[in-house]
């Protein structure tokens, strides 16, 4: 009885050809970790300030339906009260307390206003934003009036990336334009701020 010829190799991978792919598949991850992290981060930054900006734009335009005045709350949030960045946006016709400074429980819970919409960003994601301008009336708010005109001057929100340090800046000048602009020139597709 003749035997059947075995074929001397078979189709496959070694276990030292698989060590190999193991070890270079490692090296890729090590080297595009950090880029990776980097580039989350930067999209992180992009969407707080597409959603500042937006904030913005929508306290101006709920001004125009409602008779009460509307605010844009920026104030720097205190450590007893929260790890987080904050943009409240109410509606008050007399006092005002919906301030990012107060703590949950205290938020419009006194006077006659009334909490729009919030924008909350805890500080675990990477990202923080604060507030810079010369106020006109009261620090780190922003109001809007239907028919009038409320001036402010060099009102921005600068976010800001807290591993990578990537930068915008929201915008917000004296006649109700809202722009994004980066201020070193870092992250693409923005002007750099001027």
Known sequence: MKRPLLPSSSPGFTLIELMVGVVILG???AVAAPSLTGLIERRRVIAAADEVAGLFTYARSEANVLTETVNLHLEPVPSSVG????????????????????????VCRLGGGKLLREYLLPRSTGVKFDATGNWI?????????????????????????????????????????????SPDGAIGGYARCG
Request: glycine residues 6%; aromatic residues 8%; charged residues 10%.
């Open 137 to 181: 009336f009261v620090p780190y708010v922003v109001s809007f009036q239907r028919g009038a005109f409320n001036p402010v001057n060099n009102v921005g929100v600068t976010v800001t990336g807290t591993h990578t340090g990537a930068q915008l800046r929201v915008e917000y000048n004296n006649v109700g334009r809202v722009r994004i602009c």
């Open 83 to 106: 790890a987080f960045s904050c943009v409240r946006v109410s509606a008050a016709a007399t006092t005002d307390l919906c301030k990012c400074s107060l703590a949950a429980d205290q």
């Open 27 to 29: 090296v890729l991850l």
